[in-house]
């Protein structure tokens, strides 16, 4: 069920084209919506699409990854374990303003007559550019061009390359390159729970600021987090008219002006160099210090060696990545293809923002395109983004495993507060503590613990990478399954299983539930493979057994223990309806007043108490459905289909993690109509602001559900086990060409899915065993083709 039509800008005025996202015409009333939609970012820094002048905004964000500041959680009513600690990413130093007066009149978007406006977020570049010409009330055309990049490759790095040039006459203009620390941002909405809390007092405190020639450093510090920040800008004017330039700065300030007698059709060109380093531990003169050494190398190297880098990594990032589609109907209008491709690419490339320079932070729910959600780490990363990431860019997905397992020593201490076992991941975090002050939607949530155990599996069997595994998901895996083992019992009201209460699932509409069906199958999972891993281990690998065992003080008795958790299982069953109930009591619940719900009451968390969503049959996100794509051969597709009938009208779809899902399953069960409708409304999520919030920054985890709609919905896809097999299947409501390209085990796989007949290429590598259908095929170097038919449905 989706509840939500989507919301479309002016197509004239936003045309598809398969490589940008356009913008022809200047709409304030799309600005907050655009400012996330053109973001630009490369997983460590992030800037808000705000236009070059400073405004208007209506969310002016710097983001850094990990940056953040905590502040005492304050309970009306407070009980032993709640979290104590809330985190906030901050709004870091805004380094990307560039004003322009030309004969004193400032350059201002709302009022400025526009002869020519274009906007890019170019895919293919990785930049943001615009283009426009601006008539001045005097009548003089003045062209303003610019670009701005931050770098995939030096992370630290961005850099805005600005033109001006008066087309008619001439004119003295100032540009003024400015940076601003603790702007004022105001909230948009007057009761959101999902959006980021505003400090009252300034979150950055000054440590250090100073200008030399052009350049201007200033460095800050948080109060209680006590990270440090240095931003330095460093700025080269070319231009052929007679120009000066003035610095000034202060704590909170800097800029460097430019007063230049601009000549008629003689450019004005600033490249604006801009670095930001981050710390817990340097002193803020070593922080600006390594400011300043990358600030020398990239002036030194130019902007066309930052653009040309960004243009090789995403080129590589496109061939391993690029999902195509191609519509076989001549007669068909084209756009329809175009703005899914589109679509398609922005998705792809929005992770990729998100998380390519990560390094040791996770990536936040909205991304770095707004404080949506503080900035906060939960499950998404695992589940939603790092399939797509293991099978096109399996580095990034090996740090963002590697961040979870830094955090494991937070995650011991959380569980030891909770009186458990093991290691309990916080269900939302930047430092590793849990930041979740609503329990019943947050610490609840221990299926997160399952899901990171469930991101490793997939990691290391698409990989192939056992030293991970060895090294760091080994001992993971020993407290995680500790912590699955002490959580449940074996119950006798439920004829001696192993039964795990007072959880919460995916659907937070339904919290604090006994057997909750997802978590009991993925911690079914996450005990199963401790298990293996220990035993695999022990009998090939005694070193690092060894020292598993010295890290984690582990009995081999244990091990048994989590098989025999795992056997026994519970897993709910009804008879009556043959489905998996979502948990012990949701079948006894009265069924949801969908007909009496007006439309703009969703989502309905920001209209009904929680208590009355409780005590109903109505689900915010898939839940059983999720788990039955994630453990798809544990299913049959009789039983996915009976499932997906009974849930679906129950899924309001209140969170953006959970269309993709339906969608995928609808593909897998054979429901192409929905798979199609449901996928549309996925794909265009945040292009179509589907859900109303795109101004809050981007749905990031629904983008990874895009990518796996594309290859295991309609490319039929399948890696259980580790085995990768395709059952593509022909449906009359597609009709075109999908081409996909895979990673595994450090070859590269490229499916090309016709009506018809599938085609299958080695593309990088030496021979790769798959499976179409039931049958194995080999491809070689010699033989990299396959050609099969396609089923119908
Ligand atoms: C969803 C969670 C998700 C979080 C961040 C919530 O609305 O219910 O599953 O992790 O958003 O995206």
């Known amino acids: ?32 919506q655009l400012e996330t939609v053109m973001a630009v970012g490369n997983g460590y820094l992030g800037m808000r699409g705000c236009p070059e002048e400073g405004g208007p905004n209506a969310e002016n964000a710097t983001l850094i990854n990990g940056f953040y500041e905590t502040w005492p959680i304050v309970y009306g009513e407070d009980a032993y374990g709640f979290a104590k600690t809330g985190q906030t990413i901050c709004n870091v130093t805004n380094s990307k303003i560039i004003k322009l007066f030309v004969d004193d009149e400032p350059f201002w978007l709302p009022h400025a007559t526009l002869k020519h406006y274009e906007r890019r977020l170019n895919m293919k570049s990785g930049t943001l550019d615009r283009e426009l010409i601006w008539e001045t009330p005097a009548g003089k055309h003045v062209s303003i061009t610019s670009r701005r990049l931050i770098s995939f490759v ?15 006459a001439e004119a003295s203009i100032v540009i003024s390159s400015e940076m601003a620390t603790n702007e004022l941002n105001v909230r948009t909405n007057q009761f959101d729970p999902r959006q980021a809390r505003v400090f009252s007092g300034r979150v950055l405190h000054g440590r250090a600021n100073y200008s030399r020639d052009r350049r201007i450093v200033l460095c800050h510090a948080t109060e209680r987090s006590r990270l440090t920040l240095t931003c330095a800008t460093d700025h080269k004017l070319e231009t052929a008219c007679p120009h000066a330039y003035k610095a000034v700065h202060n704590e909170d300030f800097g800029q460097v002006a430019f007063t230049v007698e601009a000549k008629p059709d003689c450019p004005i060109h600033l490249t604006k160099y801009i670095v930001y380093h981050t710390s817990h531990t340097a002193s803020p003169e070593e922080l600006c210090g390594r400011a300043e ?74 991304g770095l395109t707004g404080q949506s959600y503080e900035g906060h780490y939960f499950w998404d990363a695992e589940i939603y983004l790092l399939p797509f990431l293991i099978y096109t860019s399996p580095r990034i997905a090996r740090n963002l495993l590697t961040f979870r397992y830094k955090m494991l020593p937070q995650a011991r201490a959380r569980a030891k507060e909770l009186d458990q076992r093991g290691a309990m991941f916080p269900w939302r975090t930047i430092n590793g503590e849990e930041a979740s002050a609503y329990y ?33 998901g080994a001992e993971m895996l020993v407290e995680t399954a500790r912590l699955w083992l002490d959580l449940g019992f074996y119950s006798d009201a439920k004829g001696g299983k192993f039964c795990i209460n007072a959880v919460t699932g995916p659907d937070e509409y339904n919290t604090v539930v006994n057997n909750n069906a997802y978590t009991n199958l993925m911690a079914r999972e996450n005990l199963r493979f401790a298990a ?31 098989a025999r958790a795992a056997e026994h299982m519970y897993v709910p069953y009804d008879e009556r309806l043959k489905i998996i109930p979502q948990d012990d009591s949701f079948l006894d619940k009265e069924p949801w007043d969908f007909r009496s719900t007006p439309r703009d009451h969703y989502p309905l968390l920001r209209f009904y108490h929680p208590l009355n969503i409780y005590r109903k049959q109505v689900i915010k996100q898939t839940d059983v459905i999720l788990a039955m794509f994630l453990l798809g051969d544990a299913f049959s597709t009789e039983t996915k289909k009976r499932n997906f009938d009974f849930y679906d009208p129950l899924t309001t779809g209140d969170s953006s993690l959970s269309t993709c899902v339906e969608a995928i399953i609808a593909a897998q069960a054979g429901d192409m109509e929905k798979a199609v409708r449901y996928g549309m409304a996925a794909l265009l999520m945040d292009l179509a602001d589907v859900g109303g919030n795109v101004k809050d920054g981007c749905h990031i985890a629904s983008m990874g559900g895009i990518w796996m709609l594309l290859t295991y919905g309609f490319g039929g896809m399948r890696d259980d086990g580790g085995k990768l097999s395709f059952r593509p299947r022909r449906a009359p409501q597609v009709n075109a060409i999908l081409r996909f390209p895979v990673m595994y085990r450090g070859q590269m796989l490229e499916v090309e899915i016709r009506q018809e007949k599938v085609e299958y290429t080695l593309r990088e590598g030496k021979s790769l065993v798959i499976r179409h259908e039931t049958e194995e095929i080999q491809l070689t170097r010699e033989h990299p083709l396959a050609v099969r038919p396609v089923s119908k449905w």
């Open 1 to 32: 069920m989706i509840h939500h039509e989507p919301l479309r800008p002016p197509s004239h005025d936003y045309p598809a084209d398969e490589w940008n996202i356009i913008e022809k015409g200047y709409h304030p009333e799309f600005l907050a």
């Open 154 to 168: 030096h992370r630290h790095v961005a850099a805005i390359s600005y033109r001006v040039t008066l087309l008619n």
């Open 293 to 366: 050494w990358a600030l020398d190398r990239t002036t030194a190297q130019g902007f066309e060696r930052l653009l040309a880098a960004q243009e090789n990594y995403l080129d590589d990032f496109w061939h391993h990545s690029d999902v195509q589609v191609k519509d076989i109907r001549e007669d068909r209008a084209k756009r329809t293809t175009i703005e899914i491709q589109q679509a398609i690419r922005f998705n792809l490339f929005h992770i990729l923002q998100a998380s390519a320079c990560a390094d040791d932070e996770g990536v936040p729910a909205k």
């Open 440 to 472: 019943a939607a947050g610490t609840a949530q221990y299926h997160i613990n399952a899901d990171i155990m469930y991101a490793l599996r997939k990691y290391v069997e698409a990989t192939g990478d056992e030293q991970f595994l060895w090294d760091y």
């Open 532 to 562: 293996r891993t220990v035993d695999d281990l022990r009998a090939g690998e005694p070193e690092a057994y060894s020292v598993l065992v010295h890290k984690t003080a582990l009995e081999h008795s244990e091990v048994a223990a989590w």
